[in-house]
């Protein structure tokens, strides 16, 4: 399967030409715990660039869900993955998903969804439902193409984590991704409030369509 043909057919939720590079997934997966028994949550995983170390890094300890909304890279993912609970529909529904598959506060949150693709609401949307998934001392990661790093998505982006989460730290740049991209680690969320409109238009998945479960690992 072709990434290049998915990002022509779909270019507003692959978001990218090509895969993530390996070096860019060390960084952006770092933050899962090699220990433990970790619940570990995988937005937007595409071919599955992220979730190859995610794997590697739990070592069959833990549990790994990944949210897919493309069809294509959520069946190629469950077939090549199938410890991994895929599950095929878009991250605004996560609390939904989430709860009806009986998990309880995440440890870590692997993002790569194309964030400067979301208007605004989309944005807020999803990183809502993040937050309220995260347990307190929980992590969010998510990264950005430095050619873009200016934009106005791109610094809409920045803002919402730095308003959420109490720390935010910038990795490096890997040069060696294409395009160039650098990863936002994100520490301890601050929970919004229920009367967040957006984040209660999240909740109740406004928009999105059902969940459909790829593999029930």
Do not use: K
Request: proline share 7%; with cysteine; aromatic share 6%.
């Amino acid at each position: 399967m072709s990434f290049f043909l998915e990002f022509v057919r779909n270019p507003l939720t692959v978001g990218a030409v090509a895969p993530s590079s390996l070096a860019l997934a060390e960084v952006a997966t770092a933050a899962v715990p090699r220990t433990g028994s970790p619940t570990v949550v995988e937005l937007g995983p595409g071919t599955g660039a992220f979730t190859e170390l995610i794997q590697r890094r739990l070592a069959g300890g833990g549990r790994h869900i990944a949210v897919e909304v493309n069809a294509r890279f959520a069946q190629r993912l469950a077939a090549r993955h199938p410890s991994v609970e895929v599950v095929n529909t878009d991250a605004t529904v996560l609390r939904d998903v989430l709860a009806h598959r009986g998990v309880g506060p995440v440890d870590v949150i692997v993002s790569g969804l194309p964030w400067a693709a979301f208007d605004h609401q989309l944005q807020h949307e999803i990183l809502s439902e993040a937050v309220a998934v995260l347990r307190p001392g929980g992590v969010f990661t998510t990264f950005a193409y430095v050619h873009a790093r200016y934009a106005p998505p791109a610094r809409r982006l920045l803002r919402s984590l730095r308003s959420r989460f109490e720390e935010v730290v910038i990795s490096r740049t890997v040069w060696s991704n294409l395009p160039p991209a650098l990863v936002y680690v994100c520490r301890r969320p601050i929970v919004v409030g229920d009367g967040d409109p957006v984040a209660e238009r999240g909740r109740d998945g406004a928009g999105a369509r059902d969940p459909m479960v790829i593999s029930a690992a």
